[in-house]
């Protein structure tokens, strides 16, 4: 403080905190000293614990190897780099407030006690309609449905789809993210388009085309809506969906519905 100018002398700031009985209260952390302020205001605004806060915004529908660079490159958070990716669908996309004294590793720890708090408050709530059998699934799915829509009033519709898809015999899951995934062990972008030598390739296990039932893991680190939608898909009747070309989709029941949705897309999306 002496040095940025704040107080005058920091042999006497010591005394007159001494004299004032809080030397023993003065709490650690980064705080905002307002120019010209005095001795009193400047004990009080240290000893009250009042410590700037800085956040970071964690999207939804990132993989942790995106959430990882994404703290990395935040120059405002102390601490090392963090190199060891953490579980895919294990943290929770969130705003998260942090101070001085927070690390890299710290963000990560609070997105990971938020995730597991939050799927168990929605796991006891659960809709009997939803086709996960367990957590761990609710989390796949999710981490899917965050991948195919970013419409809040379209997440229980694809929900539906995929339910729909994995709870009738002789379905396939068959979602293209999936397969990019698999591919790039989400290290880019899940969003580009199929080849279809990767759509006949038995070897990628996230390829939803060719095996049966939910990928091996979640593809993504899914918010509070997609794995509410996981959880508690609407009823429908709808297997396909397919882009509208205006941020949302079209769905569709039959495969005649559906081919007359990519015809319609296909005319208007260009």
């Known amino acids: ?10 042999f006497f700031f010591r005394i007159s905190i001494r004299l004032s009985g ?3 209260d003065i709490k650690a952390g980064e705080y905002a000293v307002p120019i ?12 009250d614990g009042s410590v700037i806060q800085r956040t970071v915004t964690i999207p939804e529908g990132l993989t942790s190897y995106q959430i990882v660079q994404l703290l990395n490159a935040n120059d405002e958070i102390n601490g090392d780099m963090v190199y060891e990716i953490p579980s895919e669908g294990s943290l929770l996309p969130e705003t998260y407030a942090f101070t001085a004294s927070d690390t890299r590793e710290d963000i990560l720890d609070y997105a990971g006690d938020a995730m597991d708090r939050l799927i168990s408050d929605l796991w006891n709530d659960r809709s009997q309609n939803t086709v996960v059998s367990s957590p761990h699934e609710a ?10 829509t970013g419409l809040n009033s379209e997440r229980e519709l694809v929900a539906s789809v995929y339910s729909n898809r994995l709870s009738t015999p002789g379905w396939r899951l068959q979602a293209d993210p999936t397969i990019i995934y ?4 989400g290290r880019a972008d899940l969003g580009r388009g199929i080849r279809r030598s990767e759509l006949d390739d038995s070897t990628n296990p996230y390829n939803t085309y060719i095996h049966d039932g939910l990928p091996p893991g979640p593809i993504s680190n899914p918010g509070r809506a997609a794995l509410f939608a996981a959880l508690n898909p609407a009823s429908s009747n709808y297997f396909f969906f397919v882009s509208d070309c205006k941020g949302g989709h079209s769905f569709g029941s039959s495969l005649a519905e559906h081919n007359r949705n990519v015809a319609t897309y296909r005319a208007n999306c260009g």
């Open 1 to 10: 403080m002496e040095k940025a100018g704040i107080i005058e002398s920091a």
């Open 22 to 24: 809080k030397a023993g």
């Open 36 to 47: 010209g302020a005095g001795l009193d205001e400047i004990i009080k605004i240290i000893t």
């Open 139 to 148: 989390v796949i799915l999710a981490s899917i449905i965050e991948k195919e």
């Open 182 to 185: 698999g591919i790039t062990d």
